[in-house]
């Protein structure tokens, strides 16, 4: 009776949770209509390129600054209540460190890289200082860990509507482009100082450093670490491949377009799998058939989910690309008609991470993903001379359902999460 009592509050808040995130990002992604489209017109395709060439940078050493700790301190924070202080205070002290280090790296890489485009190599330096804001993003974590993501929700909302005003206020002033550059690491300022201010006002555990816990902490995440930078590598590694093999920075922008439009619903699979993993961890402790059920449960929604988007996409691409960036834009259809196709075997692996950590074969995370690397780099350099942004398209996709779905088959300890996979897509879930 306690158990069942247990179950139905946990999933009361697991369903809470995600109501709250997914009606904050449909907010954002309605007040994304209106914005997308207006700083795209204003910037041109040429500039909307050096925009996200620079954030393709930050992005891939994104990777590198998280340590990894992302898809490891839910646990932790579930499993140790009375140090949750210390694990956060340890976690963001590294965090920051990782952080001014790949600023500098940014720097140097993009100067050597294109050393006679100013433009370029200041606009990704001041997107660089979102790096180290970031860090405490995961103060976020501790929320999810307690089943309370809807203040997680509510200050990406509030980040989002500063940051869209700011946006605005640029078009309106007809502010240069480093204006807009800065507006990516505007969101990390607010939501750090936001979660900073909340998590003291809710009285969280008095932040302190612990050397012990620090190497605890990357012992168990620096599968993770080499396993984000591979998948940075891959999701990063095209738009800067299309800017240096084709020297076209217009074409960076075209694709961002497709790859943007792809990732615009992200936050509804993101707010599922975010919602479940604390529930999943929970049923892991209770037992092993309430465990799977609920893996396999969590599978079967994000594919037919990532389907169905994939579905409309295809149909209405034209129409989207239309609305959200104008006509200049529409040389992005094809290349996001072939790369939408992969977005369910992307997240496929995010759900994996859960599982992985959860059975503590967390090891196999970096092999999927430095397979993932080669492959897209491999097709990449054969496919973009030839067809441009769509062989990148192509090479993604392929990329995705290798690492996502295939490679499992890749590793006696791995193969029965394929068979979950596809139970989960037959709808069978005992």
Known sequence: MINNLKNKITHSLTMKNSIWMIIANIIQMIIALF??????????????????????????????????????????LINNKNKNGKI??????????????????????????????????????????????????????????????????????????????????LVYNKKSIYWFAFSNSLTSIVIGTILIFLYFKHKGQKFSFSLETGKNLLKNSYHFILSGLMIAIYAQIDKIMIGSILENISAVG???????????????????????????????????????????????????????????????????????????????????????????????????????????????SKWFAILGALANIILNIFMIPTFGIVGAAIATFITQLLTGLIANLFFKETRVNFKYIIEAMLFKFN
């Not at 691409?317 to 996001?336: V, W």
């Not at 369910?344 to 090891?363: A, D, P, T």
């Open 35 to 76: 914005i997308n489209r207006t700083v795209a017109e204003y910037l041109d395709v040429e500039n909307y390129g050096i925009i996200n060439y620079g954030i393709s940078f930050v992005a891939f050493f994104t990777s590198l600054c998280t340590l990894g700790f992302n898809s490891i301190l839910i646990k932790e």
């Open 88 to 169: 956060i205070g340890t976690s963001v002290t590294l965090r920051l460190i990782s952080s001014l280090i790949s600023i500098i790296l940014i720097y140097i890489i993009i100067f050597l890289l294109k050393e006679n485009n100013k433009e370029i190599v200041f606009c990704a330096l001041l997107q660089s200082l979102a790096l180290f804001f970031d860090a405490f993003t995961i103060i976020g974590l501790w929320y999810q860990a307690n089943l309370k993501s809807k203040y997680v929700a509510i200050t990406g909302l509030v980040s989002y509507i500063v940051v869209a005003i700011y946006k605005l206020t």
């Open 254 to 364: 075209l694709y961002s377009v497709a790859t943007t439009i792809i990732t615009l619903w992200s936050f509804v699979p993101n707010s599922i799998v975010t919602a479940f993993n604390p529930t999943i961890v929970f049923a892991k402790n209770e037992s092993k058939e309430k465990y799977i059920r609920r893996l396999k449960q969590l599978y079967s929604i994000i594919i037919w989910l990532s389907i169905a988007y994939a579905l409309f996409i295809t149909i209405f691409s034209k129409q989207i690309i239309g609305i959200l960036y104008g006509s200049k834009y529409l040389g992005a259809t094809t290349a996001l008609n072939i790369s939408i196709w992969g977005v369910s075997f992307s997240f496929i692996g995010v759900v994996r991470e859960i599982w992985l950590v959860n059975n503590n074969i967390q090891k196999y």
